[in-house]
């Protein structure tokens, strides 16, 4: 036969691979991927000795792969990636001389590695989480081609300074869980293209090359569980591309190098259990973009930094303890509004916990025990609920935990009893006098208020027919009439925003406040149109609390008018923006990027880091809000729902057409996977300027060669530079992941999330310019 290319991939075929399939020996690509199939490769496939490219991955194969394969000597492309096949890798691949892609991820392989690579043709072998055992092959020293190596989790073993060359194509390399052994060579500083070197969980000794600090696109640097000595070399604060530097678990020594304060694209810092000492630098408060800082057991003096409170994008982790830190706690970390983990025990802290502490509501855990810290504790209900183990061993704190004694419990001395009486007597006048002062003010206060309430309640009365409003107050600082006030009772030149649920007005308050006000529309009859979706979004948002979900302030409730306060987000909807061709273009691909960063970060967070997960169900440009700086919040969770676990889930359907996952349809069953999918298209249609729609219908119908990436994405503005293409890439290939029809073959917002924090950096495709949205749609991610 002279069939040349077989595409079954992405199907619900099920059986076994028919050996027939040896018999169409002019095939050069066959691709049965991403499908149900089972059983055994069969040998006949070692037949197609014209074959190119070889995809089976995705599938429930088992058993091993055939030694026929060995014939497969034009081969360049092979996965079987997340099988689940297993034994040794027969010694007859050692003919693919031409073999320049290999994928084995997520099988049972065991045995060793044969000799894969022939004369510079080996570009990418990635067969991570396996059970391959013996040493690194020979042949790697010298494999200059090489762009992604992945030998994560497996047992291999190799002298890592002989193991080892120069690499001027690497981009990606992770040998991380091995049984590694040796120094690292200064030879890594001339591999100039690497974003990723991953050589955690290994047995490597000797110190860190400064050498390193030559690889000015590193974006991942992670040499944790090792045994490596000496300093931190200074040469670091070079590497302003890092994202995530983990040292964690050595045995490194000396000063926190002041120079790290330069990498200003830092997210994640881990240096715990190590011996470093000394300060720690002020510098380190200019990584302003940490997400995740962890310095603890090591032997670290001095205090806290009052610098680290600028870290405001803190959220995962702030740990220094089991240090010897002193002196007082910086009010300043009250600053870090999203943190929530806290850990400062096991120091010499002294002083009380800085009462400013009660604004960090997004804390989950705190331990401030074993130190020297004495006071009240901050009333917020997260210290008020923290266990007594967070608190023990301090001089003297004290609150309404168990464990510890009630701040109105300190003893007088009979010494000072007659003093003690004195200034019992002082305080009782000062506060008669002080009472009777704002008795005073209370009354004038009074009738100034009422009657400003009256010259309110007469404009909403005229618009209300008649009916009277309750008020609400939050904390003292916002109160229903100040928001009637700031909008002259809802005038319509304070509308920023119209929907199905009502309409939005931007209110500048007295206390210089700005926020955004959403009014629900009334029924006739004075009956709310749709309470259930007010309460929920209350419910939702007073849960919740992540730096890319839009803040709830405070909500008002009554039979005719409820309303919800926001934050007030300056640059309004995603969808406005990109219907603007001049705020489109204000939009360049670097924001565009981060943009769907927040999102993903944002429904990571619901799926994955809530008591229960929530969905959104109704995510869309319109309901992304963007700041002044173009950060993004998700916004609108009216129609959100919390995912009971155990239980089926059904619902009515719900969301904006053109977002919906296809599967509500005709299942009602929500699920995180139906979130995913609405990302996904408001991803594409962050990167194509426009809704998404005629693209997602005509993906399945495109060839090849067909529907360049560079022509799909928004003419408005000029094609990604080099260095922001490869995110540009990644990003469109992670949307065109999270919208495949089949919900159990979309990743999750946690993969999602985590992936785009890396920005692609493993990715090596074909030129930009060259690319189609098949290529993309065909990769792993």
């Known amino acids: 036969m002279s069939l040349n290319e077989l595409h079954l991939y992405s199907n619900n075929l099920t059986g076994h691979i028919p050996s027939t399939l040896g018999n169409l020996t002019k095939l050069t690509h066959l ?17 197609l000795m014209s074959l190119n490219k070889l995809e089976l991955h995705s599938n429930n194969l088992t058993g091993s792969i055939p030694s026929t394969f060995g014939n497969l000597t034009k081969l360049t492309f092979l996965s079987l990636f997340y099988c689940q096949l297993s034994g040794s890798l027969p010694k007859e691949m050692t003919n693919m001389t031409n073999l320049s892609q290999l994928y084995l991820d997520g099988n049972n392989f065991s045995g060793y590695l044969p000799q894969l690579c022939h004369g510079g043709s080996l570009e990418k072998i990635c067969v991570p989480n396996n059970h391959f055992t ?87 640097l992670g040499l ?21 530097l983990t040292l964690n678990d050595n045995q490194l020594s000396g000063q926190l190098p002041q120079e790290i304060g330069k990498l200003s694209n830092l997210e994640i810092l881990d240096l715990s259990m190590n011996h470093l000492s000394g300060p720690i630098p002020p510098q380190l408060g200019d990584c302003s973009k940490l997400r995740y800082l962890k310095l603890s057991e090591n032997v670290l003096n001095g205090s806290i930094p009052f610098q680290i409170g600028n870290l405001v994008y803190l959220q995962g982790l702030l740990d220094l303890s089991h240090n010897s830190l002193n002196g007082k706690i910086p009010p300043q970390l009250a600053k870090l509004v999203s943190l929530e983990n806290l850990n400062l025990s096991h120091n010499m802290l002294s002083g009380s916990i800085p009462p400013s502490f009660e604004g960090m509501v997004s804390l989950q855990s705190i331990d401030f025990s074993y130190n ?55 305080v009782i006048l000062l506060f008669s006098v002080l009472f009777l002062l704002f008795a005073i003010v209370g009354i004038i206060s009074s009738i100034y208020y009422q009657r400003r309430r009256r010259r309110i309640e007469k404009v909403l009365l005229e618009r209300s027919g008649g009916n009277t409003f309750s008020t609400w107050n ?68 007073t849960e919740i609390r992540h730096r890319n979900i839009v803040k709830l302030y ?186 495949r029809p089949d919900p159990d073959s979309r990743p999750t917002m946690h993969h999602v999330a985590q992936e785009l924090s890396v920005g692609g950096s493993s990715f090596s495709l074909e030129p930009f310019h060259a690319l189609t949205f098949r290529q993309l749609m065909d990769l792993k991610v």
């Open 224 to 244: 944790s569980s090792n045994h490596l000595v000496g300093e931190i070399p200074k040469e670091f604060g070079r590497l302003t591309f890092l994202y995530n």
């Open 554 to 739: 405070g909500f008002c409730s009554h039979a005719r008018f409820s309303l919800l306060v926001y934050e007030y987000l300056e640059r309004g909807s995603l969808a406005s923006i990109l219907s603007n061709d001049e705020g489109a273009t204000q939009l360049d691909w670097t924001a565009r990027v981060k943009v769907i960063k927040g999102v993903a970060h944002a429904l990571s967070y619901m799926h994955h880091d809530c008591t229960m997960p929530i969905v959104h169900r109704d995510l869309s440009s319109n309901n992304v809000l963007l700041n002044s700086e173009l950060e993004a919040s998700v916004s609108d969770f009216g129609t959100a729902r919390l995912l009971i676990p155990d239980s089926s889930n059904w619902t009515t359907l719900a969301g904006t057409c053109g977002y919906i996952a296809p599967e509500l349809a005709y299942t009602m069953r929500v699920t995180e996977k139906c979130d995913v999918y609405s990302f996904g298209v408001v991803a594409l249609e962050v990167m194509i300027g426009r809704h998404p729609g005629q693209l997602i219908s005509s993906l399945s119908s495109l060839n090849r060669d067909d529907t360049l990436l560079k022509d799909m994405l928004d003419q408005r503005l000029s094609g990604p530079t080099a260095e922001v293409a490869r995110e540009v890439i990644f990003a469109v290939s992670m949307a065109l992941a999270c919208i």
């Open 31 to 47: 691709q049965i991927s991403d499908n149900q199939i089972s059983g055994s490769i069969p040998p006949e496939l070692g037949n």
């Open 134 to 220: 013996g040493e690194i092959p020979r042949s790697f020293t010298n494999c200059t081609s090489l762009t992604r190596v992945r030998l994560n989790g497996n047992r291999l073993i190799a002298n890592v300074s002989e193991a080892f060359g120069v690499y001027p194509h690497l981009r990606y390399m992770d040998v991380s869980n091995n049984m590694l052994f040796g120094e690292l060579s200064p030879n890594w500083g001339e591999c100039q293209n690497l974003t990723k070197l991953q050589f955690s969980g290994n047995m490597i000794t000797g110190r860190i090359p400064p050498e390193i600090g030559q690889l000015m696109r590193l974006e991942v």
């Open 474 to 541: 939050y904390d003292g600082i916002v109160t229903f009439e100040d928001i009637v006030e700031a909008t002259e009772g809802f005038d319509e030149k304070y509308c920023i925003g119209t929907g199905g649920y009502g309409k939005v007005y931007k209110a500048n308050l007295p206390a210089g406040q700005v926020v955004a006000v959403k009014k629900l529309h009334p029924l006739e009859g004075g009956n709310q149109s749709d309470q259930r979706s007010f309460r929920t979004e209350i419910k939702a948002l």
């Open 372 to 426: 020297a810290l004495e006071g009240p504790l901050p009333s917020s209900k997260c210290f008020q609920k923290a266990p007594a183990e967070a608190f023990i061993k301090n001089k003297g704190l004290c609150g309404k935990v168990q464990g510890l004694r009630p701040c109105n419990a300190s003893s007088i001395s009979h010494g000072d009893a007659r003093k003690g009486h004195k200034v019992v007597i002082l």
